[in-house]
């Protein structure tokens, strides 16, 4: 997955995509890096729910989203606009 040709780099999480025309599959992963449990736990909540109101507009496919530590004070309207960024440029909407 990590060596897909689909990736997105942006302040606040990285998107590994695969596109194969089946289901949407997701991980999300947040590293010891990012802080605690408490914090890395929160990372993944808002970059779940980033991703669910999202999934109307992807295509079928195996995507992970990976957490960096300004995902944590970002105000969510920003990390919507990133990630619709990074569906345009990935060529990965519907």
């Known amino acids: 997955?990590?060596?897909?040709?689909?990736?997105w780099h942006d302040k606040a999480f990285v998107l590994f995509a695969v596109p194969d025309g089946k289901r949407c599959q997701v991980g999300f992963v947040?590293?010891?890096?990012?802080?605690?449990?408490?914090k890395?736990?929160?990372?993944?909540?808002?970059l779940r729910a980033l991703f669910l109101r999202m999934i109307p507009k992807l295509k079928p496919g195996s995507y992970v989203l990976v957490a960096k530590p300004p995902v944590l004070e970002a105000p969510f309207d920003e990390l919507e606009?990133?990630?619709?960024?990074a569906i345009r440029r990935l060529d990965l909407g519907e």
């Open 1 to 7: 997955m990590y060596k897909s040709n689909k990736r």
């Open 30 to 38: 947040a590293s010891k890096k990012l802080g605690n449990a408490v």
């Open 40 to 46: 890395r736990a929160r990372a993944k909540r808002r």
């Open 81 to 85: 606009k990133a990630f619709l960024k």
